[in-house]
């Protein structure tokens, strides 16, 4: 196809690249023509004449300006949107004779604390959920279209009503957001010797403090109806802890340390597939080449699935901990195989 995109972000770019590798045809555009070159050169653009699929890949609060303008532009064109809220736009688009039956509301469940089209990656929405909010004036065809452009990413396409969509968002990726960035605010007046000690924790959690203050800034604010009860539950653990902590109740605190174990365990090991309560087993490994190849080679011998993996090996030491995540039925076979095989696997713990 003759895909336009507008916007040559983070999102737009790595979707230029991801469209790009499948042979589309490519315009990359951009209000800032430094980003506009370097997507362009990233993604190897043209000058289209007539796209048949217009992409709106610009902060939440122009989406609908610049629907609108590229829809009078380009009206036998089709139309989505990569924005993360849906509600209101549906709304104004619904207003506008003839856009409704031509645009589909969609949001990559992507992203990276990098912005602009420097930190783009054609495989960045491989393994991610992709929201489509189809209105009741969208056709089969459309659907169909939309669905395989998506798939096509490496994405996993979710069907949401708008409202619900704006919901749940707000849950899984603006409450952590506000988090982090508190957290990383709490830090803005530390020295660095008081940050000496910063280790994994720290980073991981403050993660996401990098990302964007206009960006984040216009989404939270657009969605402040659904993210404020999420912020006064929140507040409200955080006084619980606080009142439990005055009172020397290590009960009570390890009571609500123990939901956070519970409320992380319901999150799904594949994005957007079923809760699951992986079993993870050790393998100790040589460090030399094809370690990691032979392990996978039994796994297939044995017919297991393996769902996540992790590494731990520093430099210089002759051997390595890979940890294996599976089923409780797949470890258990495993573990037996690889024992079987001289293989240093340890004994299955539940994750």
């Excluded at 096509?152 to 988090?179: K, M, N, R, W």
């Excluded at 605010?185 to 660095?192: C, I, K, N, V």
Aim: aromatic share 4%; hydrophobic share 40%.
């Amino acid at each position: 196809m003759k895909i336009r995109i507008v916007g040559s972000g983070l999102i737009g770019t790595s979707l230029g690249l991801a469209l790009r590798s499948q042979g589309h045809e490519l315009e990359m555009v951009d209000q800032k023509l430094a980003n506009q070159q370097l997507a362009a050169d990233l993604v190897g653009s043209s000058t289209l004449d007539q796209p048949d699929l217009v992409v709106i890949a610009v902060p939440s609060e122009s989406v609908f300006e610049v629907l609108h303008r590229e829809y009078i532009r380009y009206p036998q064109a089709r139309f989505i949107d990569i924005s993360g809220l849906k509600s209101n736009l549906l709304l104004e688009v619904a207003r506008i004779p003839g856009l409704n039956t031509r645009f589909l509301g969609t949001h990559p469940m992507a992203g990276r604390e990098l912005v602009g089209p420097e930190g783009a990656r054609s495989d960045l929405f491989e393994g991610r959920a992709w929201i489509i909010t189809p209105s009741s004036q969208t056709s089969t065809e459309f659907l169909r279209l939309v669905r395989e452009v998506v798939e096509s990413t490496g994405a996993s396409v979710f069907e949401l009503e708008p409202s619900i969509h704006d919901e749940q968002i707000a849950l899984v990726s603006h409450l952590p957001q506000v988090i982090s960035s508190l957290l990383g605010g709490e830090l803005a007046e530390r020295s660095p010797e008081e940050l000496t000690l910063a280790g994994a924790g720290l980073r991981d959690t403050s993660r996401l403090a990098g990302s964007s203050p206009a960006l984040w800034g216009s989404l939270l604010t657009m969605n402040a109806q659904e993210i404020l009860p999420l912020l006064e539950s929140f507040k409200g653990s955080i006084d619980k802890l606080i009142d439990r902590l005055e009172r020397g109740d290590k009960a009570g605190v390890e009571a609500i340390l123990a939901l956070g174990n519970q409320g992380r365990s319901r999150i799904p090991g594949k994005h957007g597939g079923k809760v699951r309560e992986y079993h993870l087993l050790p393998v100790v490994i040589q460090d030399k080449p094809g370690e990691l190849a032979r392990i996978f080679t039994e796994c297939d011998l044995v017919g297991v699935n393996v769902e996540d993996l992790s590494i731990e090996h520093s430099p210089g030491q002759e051997t390595g901990l890979i940890t294996l995540a599976l089923s409780l039925d797949d470890a258990d076979l495993l573990h037996a195989h690889l024992l079987r095989e001289g293989w240093l696997a340890h004994k299955p713990r539940s994750s």
